[in-house]
């Protein structure tokens, strides 16, 4: 018997198994075929707006994912870098063989932790709704009374292209068809939904000199705090920029009834931030062109990744599609593209430890909440992969609020909002999000990561040790005054900085919009000795210590509403005045605290006043 079970090796998949099995409990990981274990069978990248602070956020608590890709990477962006630091993102172009090497080497070798082959065909359960293990579709049974589902878009999944279609995962792979209706006869509540991939073509079937080069811009920057080696930018490899024609339009509109999307075929809702090209034409009626992407797959692979070319179109009209585009005249496709269409459950029958509330000792995590994305999945896989083990050891879950982490802000919008499309991490979700950067994610989360077990002492003593240095090094810009002496002057004037008028200290000089923390110490004919990194973390802290402060003012009054726990045992039909409308979300969806109601949609002021009344008063009669 195994204390868990995991199945789906993907990226939520990978991280709760690893998670599990370092926190020292007996594991086991089914996942249909090794070859696709970590597989990225959309884009081979991880990382962008948003996605690239949950990679980071994965790991500063003691996740997989930042490690694997800083080994594999083989381009590294900063993104947004003109922009404020709450929206700045690492993006990396990942060698799509290398990753899931890395990864399966990872998984073979971590102890307590076994990797087999097969598809589950459905959950074993008592009458009590209690999880007893899983069935595998070749009459193998495993017993566990823990079970995490991260099946992504395999679970009874259907590819198109046109009025082709074809019952599998993405790559041909098989898909889990009775695992579906299982989960229905459970009690669960299936949304199906719809994502899609771009054709591969072969990188010399190219002509590059009709775009624009793409080439990384850092050489010393990764997702993990714990990476020390990099890859040097004369190592790295180019991306490419076209933009799609008058031509590459017209074919696709004069053959939209041909599209899976729009001759019916599909009937799952697509993703509203990553849509297909056919998509885009129809939403955006008045847009000329659509930028896109030219990425290499992998460095062991000729085939070359068109991101925003996603389509379910015929594969003759692809053809013509791709042929219409820069430098694709007389380009081969290796791979044509095709949309697939699977199942997932509604999210709002999940906790915010990701425990279902139907199944007991059953998580999900990943494209089986309604996300897309690599970066969501391994976020939820990690949670629901701690909260899976402290749940073995009788403890409290781990609950990240949505001052604390993307990964908070994505898992309590799924349980308390749900959703209708696959969801995607964006910046503009997340109200606190100049306290949720990348640059400070392991200051938010690595304590966290520690408490739980997945950070070990070594690297701690390391985090501390940063952060002592930032809290000391702040203070001490504090005590540094320069006065408007003609040679400080005559220094700022070369470097072309504003003159210093009254005496002030580095620190509040280096709010000024024109000097950095560098620029500072230069004026005051000292050198910088500290890490980029470092460097980068004070200078932020100190340009925006003011809105940072009165962020953390709203969030304060957010921890405390947070801090209101509804009893588990609440009867909403016992409490009077409260909506109708606000009563049924209510019991639809048991938030665990004031603050979760408060985001419920249909639960008004009123609503929130009247229940707080009730929680109180009960809470007198039981004192």
């Not at 404020?84 to 993102?89: D, E, R, S, W």
């Not at 470097?495 to 620029?519: A, M």
Request: net charge negative; glycine share 8%.
């Amino acid at each position: 018997m195994y204390q868990a079970i995991v199945v789906g090796a993907g990226h939520a998949g990978c991280e709760a198994a690893l998670a599990l099995s370092r926190l020292g409990k007996k594991t086991l990981l089914v996942t249909g075929n090794i070859d696709f274990v970590a597989s990225m069978p959309c884009n081979p990248s991880i990382g962008g707006p948003a996605k690239g602070i949950l990679a980071r956020e994965v790991d500063a608590l003691g996740g997989e994912m930042g490690l694997n890709a800083d080994k594999t990477y083989i381009q590294m962006r900063l993104l947004n870098q003109s922009n404020g630091p709450a929206v700045q993102a690492l993006r990396c172009q990942s060698d799509k063989y290398a990753y899931h090497d890395a990864m399966l080497k990872t998984i073979k070798s971590t102890p307590n932790l076994t990797l087999i082959e097969g598809y589950v065909k459905h959950l074993n359960t008592n009458d009590d709704k209690h999880l007893e293990g899983i069935t595998l579709e070749d009459g193998r049974i495993f017993e566990s009374n823990i079970v995490i589902l991260t099946t992504g878009t395999y679970l009874n999944s259907i590819c198109f292209k046109g009025s082709d279609e074809v019952h599998s995962g993405p790559e041909g792979q098989k898909t889990y068809s009775s695992l579906s209706e299982n989960l229905k006869e459970l009690g669960f509540k299936i949304l199906r939904l719809k994502t899609g991939t771009p054709p591969r073509v072969l990188d010399s079937s190219i002509d590059y000199s009709k775009m624009i080069i793409q080439p990384g811009d850092q050489d010393k920057l990764g997702f993990s705090y714990r990476t020390t080696t990099f890859l040097p930018l004369d190592k790295q490899v180019p991306c490419y920029l076209i933009h799609t024609t008058k031509e590459t339009h017209k074919i696709i509109l004069d053959n939209l009834s041909k599209s899976a999307m729009y001759g019916g075929e599909i009937t799952g809702i697509g993703p509203r931030y990553c849509p297909s090209i056919e998509t885009k034409l129809v939403r955006f009626k008045d847009k000329e062109s659509h930028q896109l992407f030219i990425e290499p797959v992998s460095l062991s692979s000729h085939k070359m990744y068109l991101q925003g070319f996603s389509t379910s179109m015929p594969e003759d009209i692809q053809d013509e599609m791709v042929h219409s585009l820069p430098g694709f005249e007389n380009a081969k496709i290796l791979e044509y593209a095709y949309a697939i269409e699977y199942d997932a459950i509604d999210p709002i029958q999940v906790t915010l430890s990701l425990e279902s509330k139907i199944i007991k000792g059953l998580f999900t995590a990943g494209q089986i909440n309604g996300t897309s994305g690599y970066e969501e999945a391994a976020g939820q896989g990690l949670i629901a992969g701690i909260n899976a083990s402290r749940l073995l050891d009788n403890k409290e879950p781990l609950i990240l609020r949505r001052d604390e982490a993307y990964i908070g802000v994505l898992i309590d919008d799924l349980v308390t909002k749900g959703t209708e499309e696959p969801y995607r991490m964006l910046t503009s979700r997340a109200e606190y999000r100049l306290l949720l950067r990348h640059d400070n994610a392991d200051t938010r989360l690595t304590p966290y990561g520690h408490m739980v077990g997945l950070i070990n002492d070594e690297d701690y003593k390391k985090f501390l040790d940063k952060e002592k240095i930032i809290q000391e090094e702040k203070e001490r810009l504090k005590t540094i005054y320069l006065t408007g002496k003609t040679e400080t002057n005559n220094i700022c004037e070369k470097l072309g900085l504003s003159l210093i008028s009254v005496k002030e200290s580095l620190y509040d000089l280096i709010k000024r919009p024109d000097y950095t923390y560098k620029l500072a110490l230069l004026v005051d004919g000292e050198e910088p000795k500290l890490r980029d990194d470092i460097i980068d973390q004070i200078e932020i802290d100190i340009k925006y210590e003011g809105y940072i402060k009165k962020a953390r003012k709203e969030a304060d009054e957010l921890k405390r509403v947070d801090g209101i726990k509804i009893p588990k045992d609440i009867d909403y039909d016992d409490i009077h005045n409260i909506a109708s409308e606000a009563k049924e979300k209510l019991k639809l969806i048991a938030p665990e605290s004031i603050g979760q109601a408060s985001r419920i949609s249909g639960v008004n002021p009123a609503d929130l006043s009247i229940l707080l009344v009730y929680i109180r008063s009960r809470r007198g009669k039981n004192e």
